[in-house]
């Protein structure tokens, strides 16, 4: 079973393995993190609540979310007022298994639907969880794609709930498969996907990148990808980075009936930690579900039923769209500034004139000449003149084989404020 | 009866003294005042317009109203066509005395009901008013209360209207009641309230701070609030000063269905002044029924049951809160500004994780260590968040404790440009 | 008949002088002109189609669209299938005759209704082409009226349609008037009338100008202004120069209910050419029908039907207020900036008090002294006021005999950004 620690995260990552070559790294228990201690492994068997006649009442047999994670090892019998304290049901959603923690606390406990609560019976019970945390090392994995630019953007996906399919196994998923999209094309930024435990897998890998923190130009933490909702961006905290206006247009682009753009909280997932005041990197969140907002948020009700493979599918195209938005978001100077440059004598031009519409590329090709100063990158362009980015990436192409155009730098390294 | 100068403002300015310990300054007539001159004193008896038969047919005795205020003395006895000139009233509305005023010119005149000046009859008409103007001081109350800090908020009011209750017998009250609260605290800020004749009043009082200005970071007219309308919040010419977000942020907490925000206009009250180019002081207004949109302004009907003491109490209220607010919009520095701080170990977190609310303290904490990167104000913080300013106070106190978080400087010593 | 070069464009600006004293100006044939070349001139005599009978079907004498302007000669006898290429029609608006041009290839044409190409018959056909492309000049108009500034707005408006009236006619009509207009006067600035083919002439006046180019704060490409649309003015490309600002007021002020302003776009006329990178001069357009958006453009029926004299009075007066108003943009500097200035004293303010409405005129100088701190243009303070410009420059002007308010530049001297 999943945990922060534990051989449940190695396994977990080594089958991402399968899938992307990266690389599985582990933290000593014990060793600083920031203002955290990296926690000791939970190595789980089983956990169960069992009547007088030892019938299994609850079981992580039937499902791990049965037990509180990060339990401590209880074996024992307890009164039904003994054992309350340690229940947790959802009463309005009798059905549903909810899913809770207590990494960072001695306590133990069980979850389990409302309904098996209301018979579990008067008790005594027989309660057994088969745990222990033991020092060992936090395990995140990771994978760098170098790109033409040493510019980065990170990807981070979290990977310590168990069993539930949306948040985060979507996530998990998608990670792994677009790192592996980007490993097979030689981007223009570099890449890194980093899949870590929940606030202390990001708390440790910013720990350990502290020194010399890569050049980070943008950011996305990625999860619940699997479910149908629209798409979620959630923006930097300022709002203005160059992520979160590339990632308007590409859902402006892909999905524009589908989409919302949130403004930044500090509530949420690994974004927290990665804009906090010391860090300030640009990272926003992308998601469609969005957590807390639907009913089988934390619940055994986040399972294979909720995400489905279509949904995926458009996940991953749309990550494989910001990626191809993000290679060719690049600034370029026009070198034929004054006036229009005769595009007819280079065959960019209907040669019949004063036609009512000049034609979209036509359009592309007047659009990036009167806007390429050496300051206005494509993005912006694609946002002004409604063109979409690949439609202007194509004609920058042909003006740039014409000399008319030169590229000066990537989007990116004037982080827009 | 109260007007500009004179004994009325005088015994005005005594009454508040019981209120708060306000110091009553005195400039003597014919002294200099920026482009103006300091008027004479104007003292009055009684004026009167009776018939042949002697029957007095307009009386101050009646309403203070019906002499224009710092007319010149008369007696004698007019014809009707020579006293029409003389007379005014609102045909609309008939049952209002309007409220006059001729200090710059040697005029005199009487206001009266519509009604009274269509029976007046034919004359001719004995007329006398007793009055003089007569070299004297003119005088403004005015209360400092030292804060930890010395910047300083001015709060102004006139104190010119004879016998109007909304404009302007509330905003004395009010002043001098929210002085005597802000003395009984010891403010962040400092807080100046200055109880001055309208226009010249206010001209007198930059006139002898023109030297050294006060370190003024805002500013508050206030007057008409006793009335039951929405509260208004006039800005400053910029409307961008740190002055502008409070009052925005404290309406919007306060009464957030019952105020509106105006744009400034160099019409209205002593904000004309202390805006003028040569000062450029942040100063707006805080009204409830705005001069010369209701039509009790400036006649007889706004009297004391055009204003209630329910009413009142709101506007103190909403007052005292300005107050708060202001005493607590600090700018903080994040002590562990590297991703979150562990805020379980500490207390201030919940044991058990994975719930799908995080509850309104541990929201606020997030706020605050997200965004305290030593330039944000608690109010931006606030207006950003959605969390009213106190409860992000409270939350930041907590962290003080916890030194997690330090304060670096008064929101307003950075004015918002 | 009017083409990019040639005798119908030398004939038609000598006509303009008529109204205005133009200079024309010719470039000679072959000439470089930033990335292109001066053209030859297109000397044109008559096009016709007959059938086997000599009858002619199309016949350049009914309308100088039927021949593809700047068409090469032709003079031989073509089946049905060989001249298909070379005939333009509507197929959905089938009794107009479009409009089309090919300047810059060797190629020749015919444009004609829907409806004669349906009827035309199945040749073969005789087809002759009158026409020959010789070294010459390039003719543009211009006129220069030195106010009494040197900064200069430009007005530019192209000629080179043959018979539309609309798009081109009353563009060189209303520019022509509007110059002589401005001669009569002598406006504060500088104003600059460029009468250009389109595209090619431009791009000529440009070159010609391109090493010490005219100081033009604000530029108008005028077309289509003489139907009764609603007017539109295409903004500069970032949006936020001064004559973004003055056309949106002078359009808020005279048509309020009438006009739209228009993002910028580099496809349309002129403007594309002055704000190329290169230049980028604060160029927008102000017509009335926008082209390709009414179904007059570009075809037969853009004839003396579509347009109104009426309309082209209206245009014309709405150009004669840009000119008063950008005469009378001026920054002033307050001179008595500390407190209001008494304004009774000097007879600029009602000598009796405490009237509900101060006037339209005590509002203009209140918004004047308060606003007047040598960096607002009076447009700013139109804007923000509502009250007409012409309303303050009137009061200003009083403000300054009364030595109260001094100018201190042209609001074009800040361009705004």
Redesign the interface.
């Known amino acids: 079973m999943r945990s922060i620690t534990g051989p449940g995260v190695r396994q977990s990552l080594e089958i991402l393995q399968s899938i992307t070559p990266l690389t599985i790294h582990g933290v000593e228990s014990g060793s600083e993190a920031?203002?955290?201690t990296v926690p000791d492994e939970w190595h789980f068997t089983q956990a169960w609540i069992a009547d007088r006649q030892g019938n299994r009442l609850v079981d992580t047999a039937h499902s791990t979310l049965h037990v509180?994670?990060f339990s401590v090892a209880v074996d024992g019998v307890f009164t039904a007022h003994e054992l309350a304290p340690h229940l947790?049901a959802l009463p309005e959603q009798p059905d549903s298994i909810?899913?809770?923690?207590?990494?960072?606390?001695d306590?133990w406990?069980f979850c389990l639907t409302q309904r098996t609560l209301d018979n579990l019976g008067d008790g005594p019970f027989q309660v057994r969880i088969e745990a222990q945390r033991v020092p060992g090392v936090l395990n995140y994995g990771e994978i760098h794609v170098a790109g033409k630019r040493p510019q980065e953007i990170l990807v981070s996906t979290h990977i310590c709930h168990p069993q539930l399919a949306n948040d985060n196994l979507s996530g998990m998923v998608l990670a792994a498969a677009l790192a592996e999209s980007v490993r097979q094309t030689q981007p223009e930024l570099s890449w890194r996907f980093v899949f870590v435990p929940g606030?202390i897998g990001?708390?440790t890998w910013?720990?350990q990148h502290?020194a010399t923190l890569p050049p980070i130009v943008g950011g996305l933490v990625i999860t619940g990808l699997g479910d149908s909702s629209p798409f979620h961006w959630k923006k930097t905290?300022g709002g203005q980075e160059w992520i979160d206006h590339l990632m308007s247009l590409v859902l402006a682009e892909a999905v524009p009936e589908h989409h919302t753009i949130l403004?930044f909280?500090?509530?949420g997932y690994d974004e927290?930690?990665y804009?906090?005041?010391?860090?300030?990197l640009p990272v926003g969140r992308l998601s469609r579900a969005v957590h807390?907002t639907f009913a089988q948020?934390?619940t055994s009700e986040d399972n294979l039923d909720f995400v489905n493979a279509e949904s995926i599918d458009q996940s991953l195209a749309l990550l494989e769209r910001v990626v191809a938005s993000a290679n060719c978001d690049t600034v370029y100077q026009?070198l034929?500034?004054?006036?229009?440059?005769?595009l007819?004598?280079r065959g960019l031009y209907s040669?019949?004139?004063?036609?009512?519409?000049?034609g979209r590329l036509q359009?592309s090709l007047?659009?990036l000449?009167?806007?390429?100063?050496g300051n206005t990158p494509l993005s912006c362009i694609a946002a002004?003149?409604g063109i979409p980015l690949s439609e202007l990436h194509t004609a920058a192409g042909m003006l740039v084989d014409k000399h008319l155009l030169q590229p000066v730098r990537h989007a990116s390294e004037n982080r827009i404020s």
């Open positions: 920031l203002d955290w509180v994670n947790h909810p899913y809770r923690t207590t990494y960072y606390a306590n406990g606030t990001a708390i910013l720990a502290k905290p403004p909280s500090p509530y927290r930690q804009t906090s005041p010391g860090f300030k807390g948020y934390h026009n034929s500034p004054y006036g229009e440059p005769q007819g004598k040669a019949l004139g004063a036609n009512v519409d000049p359009m007047l659009w000449l009167n806007q390429s100063d002004q003149s």
